[in-house]
């Protein structure tokens, strides 16, 4: 039996600051399950609330299971409050687990009176600095350093844990209306005015191209004509915007008067929901006005597809733009031609017994119960089917990971919580992703919806299960063995390497004030020490740990006010940022994972070789990490994987998203770097529940790169982009680019996909079929370029070396390095080159047991397969291979070795 807990009680706990204490009960043995069961629950007992104020069913609500995880998500609830309506009202609540089941039926009534909300400030550190052992980082928010916008609106209930960033919503955080920037739930786009809510059916968009510079560049995007806006007539024009609750794949908004606490209207948007869910504190008075603009006339029908007019009893209204502007005819290089039209549906649910009145473009709406819902349709005779799922609404969307450590398979859960909010409905659908439907075998159904980020299909159901594969890590390769590697030119080039990193040359990318540009050096000093130990130059190696040590160890420290490299921690959203502002990293909170994970993955790397460094910095690396990779959620502290976005896949870049087209990201390789520097330090770490989180948000950010940056499958690039290009330089919300933040050449919008240039590369070529498509992706690139290399040589060489080592390495030329962006890269370059030259090429066909210290990497040659393994702990380890016909190899690995193995 579990223990029940009938309690409302709100405990804000402080932890300390000494990065993430993950607090879930992880058994010690990897293989070891636990018994699932239900350990305690809290919040279901009957409750009173104020009139006009939202009531969110599972708000307060927690069911602790055997690894202290909150599984409230799994609940179906039945019923719906009238928050605006006084009086008793009931729902039933039910969730299985296991053999373990909870049937509650709870009342809630609404009682007349003022409404209060909690005070709740994120403002409990009061030290403005943390020591932790010889590393130290500021805190708070002192006038002398660059610090986010507070978080403002937001409901002060919702403080009690790290306050989220880098998402598809977050930009209503931090300005009222979300500064009218764009919302996208694919299918739909919504953004907040003095008008209403938008909802606008973006569609798939269309290709327009530019010539800026004399570069060829491109982007498909949709045209920003709103579609309707919903509104009450009791909310003011310069209303207000809430955030009232929010999960990993939904939020829920309130729209207010200035100054006044009643939520007049509440907007529930999750992400593949076909609807927008809006409720009202009083039902007399919502109404949409839908925007003429664009379209050559507006008609209505009913649920069987008769025209209506004037007056409409009855519960659903559908609206017809009939032949609206959604996009122009265009050609190269930057033809404008005739504009496309196409018809739009919406369908509008409410519940039997209300009424619709049309005038001028105005539908006025008395409706029966508080609730309705909006759909973008394709026809009028989808209608009824979407209807007939209309009231089924996710009130909590959450994902969920496993790692199989024997199969190295990562199976992820999607499942929300869902209300039925009358009886009258039937089963919950949600459309999917691309990056879902291609690694699941769920059951679709015959209904698909085309968008920019490819086309969407439709499942019935709440819940659905993804797998990828995870075929190893490391932070480089092993010596080559080729006959044209040379150790002679490669300690020239590990002396290049500390020429230019020297500490007391105030002008090169060691001692640049911004840690991004001080990645430029950091990579290849970790590269570089690598190289050195593998060879055997051990003063070399010992020369470039302490020039690693040094800028690491600046920044790991804080020595007061007018130290220029530091670390500072933000309670008010729970952030670590940086003295300095590039990049915007402190002001937007933008760019963390990129930037966070060349410091981890350098201190991972140094760690292995500086046994001292983990002693003496290794809180503070914890302390960074955590700001991106926390794998705990609901942590007062840091919020859970911060950067990422569970059900997008990927990372986004932007810590607010304050743009038309929604949130972005750029570099996806930088973004899968941060996992590659993550997993690096929990192995070093013995972390286990840190590292399944970095091998979770690997194989994820890898498989949304090569479905919406390369297009692999072929499901999301229109054609008339793709006759052109095989990348996308930037992808967002409700729009994808072929161009970068910092110029259109083909070289940059690539190569940003593709640096920096590691082993982790590899990853991009796992199968025969993949290195086929990487190889058609290149020689794409190389067409733009008229088969001419113009810059950034390190990294298209890399990719030119996965699929070709030794045409790549007769195309190397070292002064063509040197004399480009990033000469550090060289000795890194060349030592890659020759390792995939010696090593061949990514193998799937033999995969490593997940192991607390140890990563390998598989690589075949001819008849010849090698593991190349990592063991950065202080004692030797056995690590465990399965390969073909159910083959198993065991090995053992001495401490603090990085060695090749032969498998075959």
Known sequence: MFKKRWLMVLILTLILLSGCKPKSNIPEDEDEVLPKSIESIEGLEDITITQNQYFHPLQGVEVLNEKDENISYLFEVTGHVNYGKLGEQTLSYKLNYGDESIDKTRKVTVVAGTITRPTITRNQVSQPQVNLEAGSYRVGTASDLTHPINPQFINPELLNQAVPSNGWWTSLLVQN?????????????????????????????????????????????????????????????????????????????????????????????????????????????????????????????????????????????????????????????????????????????????????????????????????????????????????????????????????????????????????????????????????????????????????????????????????????????????????????????????????RTNDTSNFLNDEGPYWNSKAIYPLAQGIIIADQIGNDSMKDDLILRLRYVLSDWYTYSGSADKRYLNYNERWGSVYYSNNDFNTASELSDHAFTHGYLIYASAVLAMYDKSFTTDFGGVVDTLLADYMTPVKGDYNYAYLRSFDAWAGHTWAHGFGTFAEGNNIESSSEAIQSWVGGYLWALQKGDKQLRDAAIYGFVHELSSAKTYMFDYEGVVFKDNYKQYAAVAGMIWGGKYDYATWFGANPTFIYGIQWLPNGEYISNYAVTPEEKTKLAAIYQTYLTAKNNTLDTWFTNMWSIQALINPSLAISQFDANKILNDDYPSDLSQTYYLLHGLQTYGSRSSDYIMEIHKHVSSSVYAKDDSVYALVWNPSDSTQTITFHGPNDSTITKTVKANTFISIKLK
Not at 483 to 490: I, Q, R, V
């Open 177 to 501: 209306y979300g500064g009218s920037n764009g919302i996208y739930t694919n299918p739909l786009r919504s953004s907040f005015s003095n008008l209403g809510a938008e909802v606008t059916n973006p569609g798939a968009g269309f290709v327009q191209y530019w010539n800026p510079d004399g570069f060829n560049t491109m982007a498909n995007f949709s045209l920003v004509l709103p579609d309707m806006y919903l509104k009450t007539s009791t909310l003011n024009e310069g209303y207000q915007t809430h955030v009232v609750d929010y999960s990993q794949s939904s939020v829920s908004v309130a729209m207010r008067n200035v100054s006044q606490p009643q939520d007049h209207m509440v907007l529930t948007y999750n992400q593949g929901s076909p609807y927008i869910f809006a409720e009202v504190m009083n039902n007399s008075n919502p109404y949409i006005n839908v925007v003429p603009a664009g379209a050559s006339g507006i008609e209505f029908y009913n649920i069987d597809g008769q025209a209506v007019t004037g007056t409409h009893n009855g519960d659903a209204l559908i609206v017809k733009y009939v032949q609206k502007h959604i996009g122009y005819q265009t050609s190269r290089p930057a033809q404008v031609g005739q504009p496309i039209f196409g018809d739009r549906f919406f369908l509008i649910s409410t519940t039997e017994g209300s009424s619709f009145s049309i005038n001028n473009n105005r539908i006025s709406m008395n409706l029966s119960d508080n609730y309705f819902t909006v759909a973008a349709i394709q026809s009028l005779s989808e209608a009824q089917f979407y209807h007939d799922h209309a009231f089924v609404k996710t009130i909590k969307g959450e994902v969920t990971y496993e790692v199989n450590h024997k199969t190295s398979i990562v199976e992820t859960t999607y499942h929300n919580a869902i209300q039925y909010l009358n009886d009258d409905t039937d089963t919950s659908v949600q459309f999917l992703l691309p990056h879902h439907y291609l690694n699941s075998d769920v059951e679709l159904l015959d209904y698909e919806f085309e968008t920019v980020r490819g086309h969407l299909k439709l499942m019935s159901g709440n819940t659905f299960k993804t797998q990828l594969s995870f075929y190893g890590l490391l932070p480089a390769m092993t010596t080559p063995t080729n006959g044209e590697f040379s150790k002679d030119t490669m300690n020239d080039y590990l002396a290049d390497l500390s020429l230019r990193t």
